[in-house]
């Protein structure tokens, strides 16, 4: 396993729409192997393949609050409420800003074996859950920040 470079704005990468995984492999779990060290290297909870330069639709999240998971070809099912909080971002590194997010979201995605996972996040596993899985259309929570600075 390695730390990958993260890609920062202005990286023709961090706008792509991700593609599906296909076949979940070998060289899917080394990759997620590499995504997860790249996100530890780097303080975050949570990383998007993207961010590494690999236009996949797989995120890793680790919300250091004992919910550590990948999530491979990741779907929002159900969302409800609404919360607005502080966010950053591996990719835009020096800046914050406060986003509206859904209070509660539902996920369907594969996980790192391949099977179908159903998960059920809530606060602040919520953001994290929106954040990265924006990350695989192309989307920075830069875009949808009601205020947006430098830290
Ligand atoms: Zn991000």
Known sequence: MAIRNVRTEGED????????????NDGTRRLIGDMYDTMYATDGVGLAAPQIGVVKRIVVIDDREGHKFALINPKITAKSGTQRSCEG????????GEVDRPQEVTVEALD???EPITLHAKDFLAVICCHELDHLDGILYKDLAVNYERV
């Open 13 to 24: 990468v961090l706008r792509m729409i991700c593609k599906p995984v296909s076949e979940v």
């Open 89 to 96: 971002c591996l990719s835009l590194p020096g800046y914050r």
């Open 112 to 114: 790192e074996y391949g």
